[in-house]
């Protein structure tokens, strides 16, 4: 039996929305969903092919509506982030796998 110890600092809200995660050592995107975030993270899910790992280093791309695009000058927001843990066990029926990401200031 695992014991999970929470390690957040701030509050995750769940929301479901395309992302695209650019990992430069494959030099290119992948697209998933995220599952939740907060002000330090996210979480995403993405397909089991990605060759990802923890300790990468990714860019995040949250795209933005049309509207939201036209009020803020951008289509989308890019944050920089780390991978901080890797789920590939709990959406195997998914062909997918969770990937946390701490963002970077």
Known sequence: METLVEQRIDTRTEISWPVSIWLPKANRFFNGKSDNISKSGVYVKLPMT?????GDAVEINFPRTTALAEEKGQFGRL????VIRIERKSMLQDAKIGVAVQFIQ
Do not use: A, L
Not at 50 to 54: G, L
């Open 79 to 82: 944050k920089k982030g780390s």
């Open 50 to 54: 990605t060759p990802i790992r923890e």
